[in-house]
C-alpha cells in the first residue's frame, strides 16, 4: 500500500490503493476487504471501515462471526417490522460495525463501547442520514433493541441519548464492570484512570477500562486464577 495512510479520519476506500489498469481489480478489493474483515482477519477503525461502501454486510458478518447472541439481536430486529427494512438493515449495520472495529463479540458490546462507536461516528460526520450534521448520533434504534432483549445490564437508560445525559462514570466504576479478583490490580488500574483524566477524554478512559481490565487483566484471571499482582510467572 506503499505508506500511505489506510486509516483514520481522512480514510480511502481499499480499492484506491490498488495499481491496475484492469478496473476489474479494482472492483475485486472491496468484497475481498469484506470477508477480510467479516473473518476478523483485519480489524479497521470506523473511519477505515466507512470509508468503503459495503453492500449486505450485517448478512455476511452475523454467519461468519459464529456468535449465538448476534443471532439472537438479528432476530430481535427482524421481529420489528413497523421500523422499517431500510431502519432494520441500519440498525444490524452499525452493531456490525461496531464490533468490527472493536474487535470484539456481541457480549462485550457494553453501553460504554456501543456509546464510542456512535460518538465516533458523529465526529467523522458518517452517521447514516446525518447528511453532514455533526449533531446527529449514530446507533440509536441499535441500542433500544439490545436494551428491550436485556443484553445491557440492569439499570441502564433505555436510549443513548437519555444514557448520554445521565452522566459519566467515574474511574472506579468503570473499573467494576469488570469483576477482578486482585484488589491490588483493580486499585492499580484506578488510579491510572484518574491521573489520566486530565490528558484525555472520557471516551479514551473508558477504553483503556476497557483493554486494561476487561479484556488483560480478566484474562491472565481465567489463566491464572491465583494471580495477585501484575509480577506474571513465566508459562
Not at 453492500?55 to 417490522?81: I, M
Not at 422499517?84 to 456481541?106: E, H
Not at 462507536?117 to 446507533?139: I, K, M, N
Amino acid at each position: 500500500m506503499g505508506g500511505q495512510p489506510v486509516d483514520g479520519d481522512k480514510a480511502l476506500p481499499v480499492k484506491t490503493f490498488v495499481i491496475s489498469d484492469r478496473a476489474q481489480d479494482r472492483h475485486d478489493v472491496t468484497p475481498a476487504a469484506k470477508l477480510a474483515f467479516c473473518a476478523r482477519v483485519i480489524q479497521p477503525s470506523v473511519g477505515g471501515f466507512r470509508a468503503n461502501a459495503f453492500s449486505d454486510y450485517p448478512e455476511w458478518f452475523g454467519p461468519a462471526s459464529h456468535d449465538p447472541a448476534l443471532d439472537v439481536f438479528y432476530a430481535a430486529v427482524d421481529a420489528r417490522p413497523d421500523l422499517g427494512l431500510s431502519y432494520r438493515i441500519r440498525i444490524k449495520f452499525d452493531v456490525a460495525c461496531a464490533l468490527t472495529t472493536q474487535g470484539i463479540a456481541l457480549e462485550h458490546l457494553t453501553p460504554e463501547a456501543l456509546l464510542h462507536y456512535s460518538l465516533e461516528c458523529r465526529r467523522l460526520g458518517v452517521t447514516h442520514g446525518a447528511r453532514g450534521d455533526q449533531s446527529r448520533f449514530a446507533a440509536l434504534g441499535a441500542w433500544e433493541i439490545l436494551h428491550s432483549i436485556g443484553h445491557f445490564p440492569p439499570g441502564t437508560p433505555s436510549t443513548l441519548r437519555k444514557f448520554i445525559y445521565t452522566g459519566q462514570l467515574t474511574p472506579e466504576q468503570m473499573v467494576d464492570r469488570y469483576p477482578l479478583r486482585s484488589q491490588a490490580v483493580r486499585q492499580v488500574i484506578t488510579d491510572y484512570l484518574v491521573r489520566r483524566q486530565a490528558d484525555t477524554d472520557y471516551i479514551t478512559r473508558d477504553g483503556l477500562a476497557r483493554l486494561l481490565a476487561g479484556t488483560f487483566w480478566s484474562k491472565i484471571e481465567k489463566i491464572c486464577p491465583g494471580q495477585a499482582d501484575l509480577t506474571l510467572p513465566r508459562i
